[in-house]
């Protein structure tokens, strides 16, 4: 028989090598979690990938274009005497400038579309000064992706990267400056976009999403989005507009079936005047249902 002060001190041993068993296993996953270790497999195309494309409509009257007021910088006057906002971009109820992305889902095969990895492109996406506003006003780049910035203008800007979960960024580029590169390494688009303004010209703002996978697309001045090479698979499909404090999100489930379309229509904008408010959830509602067989 085991005296009682050996039985405490198995009981012990025993307790201390669970908890050290445990605290690896936690740290094996905060490890998986933050993209550090290479747990994910890169992704290879099947040849039966599909798409997610729709529109996205602004709801009721559109809030109006305001001109900017260029008087603190002539050269921007003198480039742009008509410079007008770009926060809503509304032409015939189509909404502009809205960045779609998927923001998780299961594959065919029943694995996440966040254990797959995804190449960034050594290819750089422009995100130009000219006109003293930017050019696209939201654009989508993938985590490590560079991002390529040109002073097209006569003029001195200071770009400024004001992320959350990427570190602070900000540059003078005087007018003739070479471009500039910059990549964001972490994923970035909720609750909002990366944020860039410009430092002197307040009124200059611009947009960009950050993913670690290339399924993300902007609307054009017609509301449209395709989103090409998604594996098939059921996914939650968001729409980020930069309207309201921190952005508007509109969330919907889709299923891309094999070297199929899937339909991801978003409505923005205050619900139409006259209408049951319950008609505003039909779009959300009818698209997953119709996809399910
Ligand atoms: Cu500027």
Excluded: R
């Excluded at 742009?80 to 809205?98: A, H, I, R």
């Excluded at 095969?109 to 130009?128: C, E, H, N, R, Y």
């Excluded at 000219?130 to 780049?141: A, Q, R, S, T, W």
Aim: aromatic share 6%.
């Amino acid at each position: 028989m085991l005296s009682k002060h050996a039985k405490l001190w198995i009981a012990l041993i025993a307790v201390v090598s669970l908890m050290s068993l445990a605290s690896s296993c936690t740290k094996k996953d905060d490890e998986a979690e933050d993209g550090g270790a290479p747990t994910t497999k890169p992704y290879v195309a099947k040849g039966n990938e599909g798409t997610i494309s729709g529109v996205v409509s602004y709801n009721g009257a559109a809030p109006e274009a305001k001109k900017i007021d260029t008087a603190a910088d002539p050269a921007c006057t003198s480039k742009s005497p008509n410079l007008m906002t770009e926060e809503w971009v509304v032409k015939d109820g189509k909404l502009g400038n809205t960045f779609v992305y998927i923001k998780d889902g299961t594959l065919a095969d029943g694995s996440k579309i966040d254990s797959w990895g995804f190449t960034a492109p050594t290819t750089a996406v422009t995100l130009d000064q000219n006109g003293c506003h930017y050019k696209p006003h939201v654009l989508g780049v993938m985590a490590k992706q560079p991002i390529n910035i040109t002073n097209s203008d006569p003029t001195t800007h200071n770009i400024h990267f004001t992320p959350k979960k990427n570190p602070d960024w900000n540059q003078s580029q005087p007018n003739g400056a070479a471009a500039l590169i910059h990549t964001l390494n972490a994923p970035e688009v909720s609750p909002s976009l990366v944020q860039v303004k410009c430092n002197q010209h307040p009124w200059m703002k611009s947009y960009v999403g950050v993913l670690k996978h290339p399924f993300f697309a902007v609307t054009g001045e017609d509301g449209s989005f395709t989103i090409k090479g998604v594996p098939p698979g059921k996914y939650t499909v968001v729409a980020w507009h930069e309207g309201g404090a921190n952005g508007t999100e509109k969330t919907m489930e889709v299923t891309v079936p094999a070297s199929g379309a899937a339909k991801a229509d978003f409505s923005f904008g205050a619900t139409a005047l006259g209408q049951p408010s319950s008609l505003q959830m039909l779009p959300a509602l009818e698209v997953p249902m119709a996809m399910k067989h």
